[in-house]
């Protein structure tokens, strides 16, 4: 009959002792990041779920971040333009937006050659311009509906540009390719050549 070697006797004795002991480093472990990560969210209730808290940004990158939202974000000048005291015309468009191409509904405003647009239509003095588009610089205006498989869809052409919009119905539509055309006629500063050609509209 074969007896275990005192080698062998130990071994085994060895691992039996320490098996508990990992087994407890390793549960103690894993409930200390379970801990950690229960931690880094907070109960705030929103819509019936736990939402994450965000963490403050650090006093450098908030500094980068507010420089940065600061150089995209510039007042619009409005040339002296009482843009809120007897518009040429007025209304209601979705525009698609400069770098992001998506559509969103903005109330715009005509005067002297100049066409503002706000989120809001309750324009007044201390109201600020979300943008402005100069008709003197403008080179044609026109239906947009095949570029776009859009309806009511029109664009105003510049030297660099092409800006979309969309009106509520055809009627709008026209009323401000009529209106915007006038307005490129009136305010352009180009000298026709007999070679160049007018702005269309």
Same mark, same amino acid.
């Given at each position: &009959?074969?007896?275990?070697?005192? +080698?062998?006797?130990?071994g085994?004795?060895?691992?039996? +002792?320490?098996?508990?002991?990992?087994?407890l480093?390793l549960?103690?472990?894993?409930l200390?990041?379970?801990?950690?990560?229960?931690? *880094?969210?907070?109960?705030?209730?929103?819509?019936?779920?736990?939402?994450? #808290?965000?963490?403050?940004?650090?006093?450098?990158?908030? $500094?980068?971040m507010?420089?940065?939202f600061a150089?995209?974000?510039?007042?619009?000048?409005? $040339?002296?333009?009482?843009?809120?005291?007897?518009? @040429?015309? *007025? %209304?209601?468009? $979705? =525009? #698609?937006?400069?770098?992001?191409? +998506?559509?969103?509904?903005?109330?715009?405003?005509? =005067?002297? %050659?100049?066409?503002?647009?706000? =989120?809001?239509?309750?324009?007044?003095?201390?109201? #600020?311009?979300?943008?402005?588009?100069?008709?003197?610089?403008?080179? *044609?205006?026109?239906?947009?509906? @095949? #570029?776009?498989? /859009?309806?009511?869809?029109? @664009?105003?052409?510049?030297?660099? *540009?092409? &800006?979309?919009?969309?009106?509520?119905?055809? =009627?709008?539509?026209?009323?401000?390719?009529?209106?915007? %055309?006038?307005?490129?006629? /009136?305010?352009?500063?180009?000298? &026709? %050549?007999?070679?160049?050609e007018?702005?269309?509209?």
């Amino acid at each position: &009959m074969l007896f275990p070697t005192p +080698t062998v006797v130990s071994g085994i004795w060895f691992s039996i +002792t320490l098996f508990p002991t990992f087994f407890l480093l390793l549960v103690y472990f894993l409930l200390r990041l379970a801990v950690l990560f229960c931690l *880094s969210f907070v109960p705030s209730f929103r819509r019936g779920r736990f939402t994450r #808290q965000p963490r403050p940004l650090p006093s450098i990158t908030a $500094h980068i971040m507010a420089s940065l939202f600061a150089s995209l974000w510039k007042p619009v000048e409005t $040339h002296g333009v009482e843009f809120w005291h007897a518009p @040429e015309r *007025s %209304g209601w468009l $979705h =525009k #698609q937006g400069e770098y992001i191409k +998506t559509w969103r509904r903005r109330f715009f405003v005509m =005067k002297q %050659g100049r066409l503002f647009w706000f =989120k809001s239509n309750d324009v007044g003095p201390d109201s #600020q311009p979300r943008g402005c588009i100069d008709v003197a610089k403008c080179l *044609s205006i026109k239906g947009a509906e @095949e #570029q776009l498989n /859009r309806a009511h869809a029109f @664009e105003i052409s510049s030297h660099d *540009s092409t &800006m979309y919009f969309i009106a509520d119905t055809d =009627k709008e539509k026209e009323d401000w390719i009529n209106a915007v %055309g006038r307005a490129i006629v /009136r305010h352009s500063n180009c000298v &026709m %050549g007999a070679d160049q050609e007018p702005p269309q509209y």
